[in-house]
């Protein structure tokens, strides 16, 4: 095809690129965290580590939450196919592809 249009992240290079800086942003931030004083509330805050190590249990948490809710958030997989018919009174369900939806 003529119209093939190469992206930034198509390009292997690019990606590795792009990780190489952001381990290289992740150290730099962890020996900064020896050097910077930071002026914290709570003694726990004071721990090396303590800010990663938050933001991690907190993402883990949040998993953990959001594949909770999904047992009473989810929806079978036709839920949005099944349409009521109302001209009839026995309630059948119709199918969305059974209507001409391009005409």
């Known amino acids: ?3 093939d249009k190469k992206h930034l992240f198509d390009n292997p290079k690019n990606i590795k690129r792009l990780l190489t800086g952001f381990y290289i942003c992740c150290v730099l931030l962890l ?6 004083h930071r002026h914290t509330y709570h003694s ?3 721990l090396w580590g303590f800010y990663p190590l938050y933001g991690f249990v907190g993402c ?3 998993v953990f939450v959001a ?3 999904r047992t009473f ?3 079978p997989e ?3 196919d099944k349409i009521e018919n109302p001209q009839t009174d026995d309630s059948k369900q119709v199918t969305a ?3 001409n939806v391009d005409a």
């Open 31 to 36: 020996l900064l965290d020896f050097v910077i």
């Open 73 to 75: 958030l989810m929806r």
């Open 78 to 80: 036709d839920y949005y």
């Open 60 to 62: 883990v948490v949040l």
């Open 44 to 46: 726990w805050e004071e």
């Open 97 to 99: 592809g059974d209507h």
């Open 67 to 69: 594949s909770w809710m």
């Open 1 to 3: 095809m003529e119209n």
